[in-house]
């Protein structure tokens, strides 16, 4: 029997989809997206060919519709000749509508691809199983970290010889979008454990001053990254040491333009076995 889904991919006027008739659920669809659809290139490839029977690591140029290679995608247009009028890609507006649609093919699985990551709501269940709930959800985050960023400004500015609060928040705020939003992160960590099924689950900003007189002041920027398969058997210091060697030289430069007396730090905590906590910090001490 069937395992439904819909794959879309954020376009400029809304959402663009197709229906994937076979092994919609997580451990199929799900982990051929995450692992082999990770540039839009080839996403919009993929969506371009229409209605699927089943999607495969590989997009290929044509695949043989009664004795399919399991590696190629099998599309309804290409490889069997359908109508292109009843195959072609579907278009929604919102998120909302993309789901509507992707219920009148009776998807039980429905994948967003917002431009920099996987999202996957579970219609039965009527929630989102991963990503950082919709996409929606993910801009909304993203504004509200900003925001949170403004607003720790206000306190920087005192830590730092430039005294307008938006350059503070730009160099920041642009210094941790380099890495988060450009997927650069995740990226270093799915090298270093050797495995693509990781997605950034969520940020958290917070700020507090580390001594009773308030000479040096902490602000952790941190991203939760969740993985399936899991980390326990990940060295975690030992990537702890590979992502500061990877990014604090970059960070330093961009920082040491705005905070003349700080230092910068990357951990690795492991929450629990399918969570993993990076924190850039950043400690500021006071200008006399």
């Given at each position: 029997?069937?395992?439904?889904?819909?794959?879309?991919?954020k376009?400029?006027?809304?959402w663009?989809?197709?229906?994937?008739?076979?092994?919609?659920?997580?451990?199929?669809?799900?982990?051929?997206?995450r692992?082999?659809?990770?540039?839009?290139?080839?996403?919009?490839?993929?969506?371009?060919?229409?209605?699927?029977?089943?999607?495969?690591?590989?997009?290929?140029?044509?695949?043989?519709?009664?004795?399919?290679?399991?590696?190629?995608?099998?599309?309804?247009?290409?490889?069997?000749?359908?109508?292109?009028?009843?195959?072609a890609?579907?278009?929604?507006?919102?998120?909302?509508?993309?789901?509507?649609?992707?219920?009148?093919?009776?998807?039980?699985?429905?994948?967003?691809?917002?431009?920099?990551?996987?999202?996957?709501?579970?219609?039965?269940?009527?929630k989102?199983?991963?990503?950082?709930?919709?996409?929606?959800?993910?801009?909304?985050?993203?504004?509200?970290?900003?925001?949170?960023?403004?607003?720790?400004?206000?306190?920087?500015?005192?830590?730092?010889?430039?005294?307008?609060?938006?350059?503070?928040?730009?160099?920041?705020?642009?210094?941790?979008?380099?890495?988060?939003?450009?997927?650069?992160?995740?990226?270093?960590?799915?090298?270093?454990?050797?495995?693509?099924?990781?997605?950034?689950?969520?940020?958290?900003?917070?700020?507090?001053?580390?001594?009773?007189?308030?000479?040096?002041?902490?602000?952790?920027?941190?991203?939760?990254?969740?993985?399936?398969?899991?980390?326990?058997?990940?060295?975690?210091?030992?990537?702890?040491?590979?992502?500061?060697?990877?990014?604090?030289?970059?960070?330093?430069?961009?920082?040491?333009?705005?905070?003349?007396?700080?230092?910068?730090?990357?951990?690795?905590?492991?929450?629990?076995e399918?969570?993993?906590?990076?924190?850039?910090?950043?400690?500021?001490?006071?200008?006399?």
């Open positions: 029997m069937a395992t439904r889904s819909f794959i879309w991919m376009a400029p006027e809304g663009k989809g197709i229906y994937c008739h076979w092994g919609g659920y997580l451990e199929g669809v799900g982990e051929i997206l692992n082999h659809y990770t540039n839009s290139d080839k996403i919009e490839k993929l969506i371009n060919l229409g209605d699927i029977s089943m999607l495969a690591p590989e997009i290929c140029e044509k695949n043989d519709f009664d004795n399919p290679d399991k590696n190629c995608v099998l599309a309804y247009h290409r490889d069997r000749g359908d109508d292109w009028a009843d195959c890609p579907k278009t929604a507006r919102n998120v909302d509508e993309a789901i509507d649609i992707s219920r009148e093919y009776w998807a039980e699985y429905i994948y967003f691809w917002d431009g920099a990551q996987w999202h996957c709501y579970d219609w039965g269940k009527d989102w199983v991963y990503g950082l709930g919709s996409p929606v959800e993910h801009r909304e985050a993203s504004i509200e970290i900003a925001q949170k960023l403004i607003d720790l400004a206000e306190k920087l500015v005192r830590y730092s010889a430039i005294d307008n609060k938006e350059d503070v928040v730009e160099i920041v705020w642009k210094s941790v979008r380099e890495v988060f939003d450009n997927i650069d992160l995740m990226k270093a960590i799915r090298d270093y454990v050797g495995y693509e099924n990781c997605f950034l689950s969520h940020f958290s900003v917070k700020d507090y001053p580390i001594t009773e007189g308030g000479e040096f002041y902490n602000i952790d920027i941190s991203a939760n990254i969740h993985s399936y398969r899991g980390f326990e058997d990940v060295d975690i210091k030992a990537l702890e040491t590979f992502l500061n060697e990877e990014y604090t030289e970059a960070f330093t430069k961009k920082i040491s333009e705005v905070f003349h007396s700080y230092s910068f730090l990357i951990s690795c905590n492991l929450v629990d399918n969570n993993l906590e990076v924190t850039f910090r950043f400690t500021l001490k006071e200008e006399v």
